[in-house]
């Protein structure tokens, strides 16, 4: 990671985020709070707060998508490889919440 304020006790902290410790070796992150040696208890503290406002905070993300879940497509129209469903050669339906589709009955 390479936080500087945030003293790597936050979501958008790569290691924090993967409830992993930073390694002094490859991160290069300032004034870091995410080590081992919890003294002071901040991690611990930081970890309780993230999950109580998010109880999936820690969790893996599932990174396929299902088939046919619609896009939401806002400038392509539906008719370029970034939309979902053109991409997969499938008409845009209802559940999709594209805007100006040209690929399908939205």
Known sequence: CNCHRSRCLKLYCTCFQQS??????ICTCVGCLNI????SGMRQLAIE?????????????SKTKILGAGCACKNNQCVRKYCEC?????????????????NGNN
């Open 49 to 61: 707060v993230t999950l109580e406002k998010r109880p999936d905070a820690f969790k893996k993300k």
């Open 36 to 39: 081992k040696e919890d003294v």
């Open 20 to 25: 992993k410790v930073c390694d002094p070796t």
């Open 86 to 102: 053109f991409r997969t050669e499938l008409k845009c339906t209802r559940k999709c919440s594209c805007k100006d589709c040209k």
